[in-house]
């Protein structure tokens, strides 16, 4: 049956491709010949033309360098000079890109100042919370100077919330290659009271393997009222340093 | 000269031989005409362009490799001129259409005859108007232009066997949209 069916369609498929037969396309119009000729010849001048004209100046050039040796000089002079025109703007340029850094570093200065002040008049805020985004903000600086330690320092010995001072612990830690820093954080070692302050400080001078905080840290243990925990923890650390 | 093969008539005009070009277009305008009309059925649009497709084979006569024959290089570039062309024509009005296949139904049958035949290539034309333009690109090349499934192939850039399939597809297609019409 489905032989049957293939057969009878492979018959309608003929029959359809001999109808098709009918449908042979007319013939172009007579003149289509004749329009491609002129486009051939129009195409066929205006490549001469372009030929002839790169012929014409290679010959200008080649009589113009054979017969006059000056030509030759003037030639050459004309590169020479051509060279040191562009050479010229192409420094012109490099000053201008020295210009343009010099203004961006100018630009990167004036906000670390901006950086500064801020940090520098937040501290003062009565709340404690601008307090912290103040000694968050010495995070983004990439040196600190004399005043910014200063006030840090300041906060670490006076603020009397324990998280700013914690805060301005670690702030002062990332300046710790700086001398005056490192001597501050030795001397603020006797003025916390916090337990916290306390242990975060020792476990900081182990860090830095600062052997100056070793008489601070013992002054620490002189205090009775001492929490045990940082009793211990201060122990350690004396006996860690002394090595 | 005129017995140098397609292949030997494009190099010599790559090579700078220009003249040749209207050697080639004499034996191919007539077919490539056919192509173009039987895929747009405008008769203006397609001399329009043979005319193009002629140019661009002398513009880009640099690009002809030869490693296939002329005449596929030939369908490739009448293939994009067709497209970009696609993209800018307007429809055709159905009178125009019908104009090329008046001039076809000239044998010496009877009136009643050649109206019935005329009416039957009506609808087939319809119906070839109503398939797919893979379908009517692929029926036209190997009905109408007569090339070789091998050749098709080189220019749709496909296998034989694809050719084969896609032939016998469209053919059905046609057949399928053809008896729709003729019941209506």
């Keep these: 049956m489905n032989g049957e069916k293939a057969h009878k369609d492979e018959l309608e498929n003929r029959d359809i491709w001999d109808l098709l037969d009918g449908l042979k396309s007319p013939e172009p119009s007579a003149d289509m010949e004749m329009r491609f000729q002129g486009t051939l010849d129009h195409y066929k001048q205006t490549e001469q033309e372009k030929r002839n004209y790169l012929q014409q100046l290679w010959l200008a050039l080649t009589t113009l360098f054979s017969f006059r040796p000056q030509a030759q000089l003037a030639y050459s002079v004309f590169l020479v000079t051509v060279s040191v025109v562009v050479g010229y703007s192409l420094n012109q340029n490099t000053t201008v890109e020295t210009n343009d850094n010099e203004r961006l570093s100018l630009l990167a200065n004036q906000v670390e100042q901006m950086r500064k002040l801020m940090v520098v008049s937040l501290l003062e805020n009565p709340s404690a919370t601008e307090r912290l985004r103040a000694v968050n903000y010495t995070g983004e600086m990439k040196a600190a100077d004399r005043q910014v330690i200063n006030t840090l320092l300041l906060t670490l010995n006076e603020d009397p919330n324990v998280n700013v001072r914690l805060v301005t612990l670690d702030a002062l830690a990332k300046f710790s290659s700086q001398p005056e820093v490192r001597a501050g954080l030795v001397n603020s070692i006797t003025r916390q009271e916090s337990p916290l302050v306390q242990v975060a400080m020792a476990n900081l001078m182990l860090k830095l393997q600062e052997k100056a905080s070793v008489a601070p840290l013992k002054k620490l243990l002189e205090q009775e009222a001492l929490n045990h925990a940082v009793r211990s923890k201060i122990e350690f650390t004396i006996n860690e340093l002394i090595i | ?184």
Aim: aromatic share 8%; net charge positive; with cysteine.
């Design chain 2, 1 to 184: 000269m005129i017995d140098l093969n397609d292949e030997q008539l494009m190099q010599l005009v790559k090579a700078g031989d220009l003249d040749k070009m209207s050697l080639l277009f004499k034996r191919h305008c007539r077919s490539l005409y056919g192509f173009l009309y039987h895929m747009t059925h405008d008769r203006v649009a397609s001399e329009d362009m043979v005319q193009n497709v002629f140019y661009r084979m002398l513009k880009y006569r640099s690009s002809y490799v030869g490693t296939g024959t002329f005449q596929t290089w030939m369908f490739h570039i009448a293939r994009n001129v067709l497209k970009d062309n696609g993209k800018r024509r307007h429809p055709v009005p159905w009178s125009d259409k019908m104009e090329g296949l008046a001039e076809n139904l000239t044998d010496g049958n009877t009136a009643d005859q050649q109206l019935e035949k005329k009416h039957d290539q009506q609808q087939l034309y319809r119906a070839v108007e109503l398939l797919k333009v893979q379908d009517r690109e692929i029926l036209t090349l190997s009905k109408f232009q007569e090339l070789k499934y091998h050749q098709i192939a080189q220019i749709l850039n496909i296998s034989e066997g694809s050719v084969k399939v896609r032939v016998h597809r469209a053919l059905n297609e046609l057949k399928n949209i053809y008896q729709k019409n003729k019941l209506l």
